[in-house]
């Protein structure tokens, strides 16, 4: 299956590229979230959506769905840099993230640095029989880029997490459970376009690749083994 | 631009195509027979010296600086906390040494390989022919493969002391007979052969999960439905309580190809075939109480007739079955755990409270749970941070886990033990 | 699953070799209003799973069918979204009272599946790619044996999958090849089918 889904993309990457070369007289450099593309100093974008995450099998015992409300921001300031961030709830996992990027662009094509730090609050203790807290502390070095189209911009963003701590208490014992440590990688891809009149939507997915995700805190991992984490999401332009 | 849009869709498409699967873990081909055949199998007490606490000498890297080892019936087993791994070799004496040879396994990860150990004379070998002191000195040398490493490693192993203990006893219990599915023991969770084996994991009790069929037969089986998580077979979905016997012998096999056990059967097995002490029945079925009650009973009956020591108890999980049992006419006949709240324990009149280790220590309630008679287990411990917390803080009587491995190998090596 | 494969590719070189070597195609008319669009796709499907369906034989692949429907709300730029559902057979087997020994009875049994899914698409003149996003219920069938016949039914969560290129036969009605693909990754079961799509726009403003 995993075969299958590697040569479906190879044949659809393959079969159209004639059309990559083609050139465009109007580009698309709306002020997304996700693109690389510098911002203006002190222009803004700010977008409002929801992410899911499939928690794997392995972790779970089956597929489960993590539905959190996810918030992505970014400002720019001078020398193509910006600041960046995200929010993100589900009242078991919260978090906030926040970055500086620095971007430039070359016709269509955009490309950006940056690292971020995040900070994530679990907490589960409304839940009978769990009087369980975690803290995390992240720090995330990402590469950015992105291509303009005249309809859509299309970015990738890599990063790799770093995480810090990880402090959970159970009832009064606390226990730092893990401390700098790489835990991973994900790749984001999202799309962001026009979809009704001027509203602007970006969507996507992060591919993450981790041992400890953010969103499975509470189901206290125990393998060694990397997992595979797919999320979802979607965000309307503010 | 459409080649954009089929990229993404192809990246979506992919995205369940690659659903994580953790990494196969392919077990060593090991030749035992050679070596048993060409060995005398060690004495009770020859293996009682062997057991104990070792120091590593040389594979500390890989396991840590102490590890606990344990013989279980014809093999003996090495328990470590780092890389949280098991042993499991065979073998017996040559004379005045001994010579082993088996596989161990990385149980949080897939890593495992090949063993081989020996004892000299003039390490413990001699002493341990003639059956004389207690083991502290023997040396247990030899290698082992790893994956990605092209030679085997060396190893040693010194015996320092006594295996730890508690006073008032311990119960290492196997969640689902031993381990999960995800923990890739080449034994399906609740199968037989996994309860059979889980002594060798570590543990000295097993929890086991029990639902009833369609036409009321009490299975071993962990979920209320039927996965591709815990089954081989495309046809039967939904909650295992739609199908019949029949149509499960006919239709699915555990993922391990394994047949899915009757509840009979199972504690028949672990009755004739294992060192199981305690087996947790944890009930999932308030149609079956009965049943399971009744089945205990012949348990019972047989483990008397062969003389063999065994606690079955009749697990309370939820107030569905609280009500069933109270309301059973065989209410009274097998020793009860109750997972409920204090007035539950007592109402059911329960040998063992098993409260969530995500609740703490909760020790006035524990103290209190032990001067009325009552044994405590907690479930599930998995984490090794958490686990010493509870061994030395806590005044439990049994931790349930997914690595019996692990836990065996804080607890037999911990010194500060209440 | 190799010709499939070649299937999907030839389909998704369509727009490509239209392009190349046909200059009188008549470009499709691109939507500038607000439409609400319905289709439907059928075709053969086959269907591979990753284990073998039962404890009997080795059998892992199936010859079937599918239906799918879309109603899908198409704003006034290249994305769409709405609603995807239908119907598909997965598997279907016969054995002997000999081929079960624990039964000692005849027994069919049948794995279709609905599903219920929210459809993104994006087109760009007759080209579309469209994911479905959400689960099928899946549903088996065991005839024979203690019941005369047992269905089941549960929620399985998966995705899918459309590619195709559609030619415009008057202003509103369109058809042309797609491929669909079904995925339910946990379930191991994968199924591409080569369908005719046919697609009305019945409301435009």
Known sequence: MRALGLVTIIIVLCTPLRTLAQPSDTVNFEHYVFTAHPLDGGDGVFSMGAALTILP???????????????????????????????????????????????????RASVGVGVSEMYMYGNITYVDGFNTVQHRWATYPMVAASWSFPAFTVSGRFEVEYMTSQVRTIADQTVTTAQDQVNGGSLTLAIEQPFWKNTHVSMGVTLNYSRNPYQAW?????????????ELFVGFML | MKNITLVLAALVLCLNGCVSELTPVVYPTVDYETVISTTTPLTLEQRAQMNGIYIMQEGRSTFGDTVAVRWDGEAMSIYTVKSVSFFYVRGGMRTDSARFVGYWRAVQGPETGEVSLGILASEGGKELAEGKGNGVGLTLRGTITSPGSSRPNTLVLKKIKALANRTRGFEIIGHRGGGRNSDRLGKSENSIELMLFASQLGATACEIDVYGTSDGVP?????????????????????????????????????????????????????????????????????????????????????????RTIRILFGIPTTEIYDAYMKSPLKGTAPVLCELDQASVRAS???????????GLQSDVVAQMHKEGRDVYCWTMDDPGFILRFLTEGDFDGFCTNYPTLLAALFYTRKDLK | MKCMLLVLAFCASVPCVLKAADSTVVAPP???????????????????????????????????????????????????????????????????????PVLNEPFTLTLEAVPLQLALSMQSGGFEVGVGLGGYLLSSTITGGDAVRQANTIFEIGISTQVSYLFFIGETFSVGPEVNIHLLSNRGIVAISPCLRAKWEFVRY
Do not use: C
Not at chain 1, 218 to 230: A, I
Not at chain 2, 256 to 262: D, H, I
Not at chain 3, 56 to 84: A, C, N, Y
């Open chain 1, 57 to 107: 099998q392995p972790l779970t015992e089956y597929p489960t769905p993590a539905p959190m409300v996810d918030l992505h921001w970014r400002l720019g300031l001078p020398l193509q840099t910006s600041i960046y961030g995200r929010a993100g709830s589900n009242i078991a996992t919260t978090l906030a993230n926040m970055g500086l990027m620095w971007s430039f662009s070359f016709g």
């Open chain 1, 218 to 230: 509470f189901l206290f991992n125990t393998f060694r083994d990397k997992m595979f984490y797919p």
């Open chain 2, 219 to 307: 299975v071993v089986f962990h979920d209320p439905t039927f996965t591709p998580r815990t089954v081989q077979g495309a046809y039967l979905l939904g909650d295992i309580s739609n199908y019949s016997l029949r149509q499960i012998r006919g239709f699915v096999r555990l993922v391990n190809g394994e047949q899915l056990p009757t509840l009979e059967e199972a504690l028949m097995e672990v009755v004739d075939k294992s060192t199981i002490r305690t087996i947790w029945l944890d009930n999932k079925d308030s149609r079956v109480v009965d049943e399971i009650l009744a089945i205990h009973q012949r348990v019972m009956d047989h483990a008397a007739s062969k003389k």
């Open chain 2, 349 to 359: 009149n329960a040998a063992v409270w098993a409260p969530r280790f995500t609740d």
């Open chain 3, 30 to 100: 691109v939507v500038q209003k607000t439409a609400i669009e319905i289709s439907v796709a059928g075709g053969p499907q086959r269907t591979f799973f990753r284990e073998p369906t039962t404890p009997l034989t080795d059998e892992r692949q199936f010859s079937g069918m599918s239906v799918m429907g879309k109603l899908m709300w198409h704003p006034d730029h290249i994305l769409s979204v709405g609603l995807l559902s239908g119907y598909t057979t997965f598997s279907t087997e016969s054995f002997t009272k000999d081929d079960i």
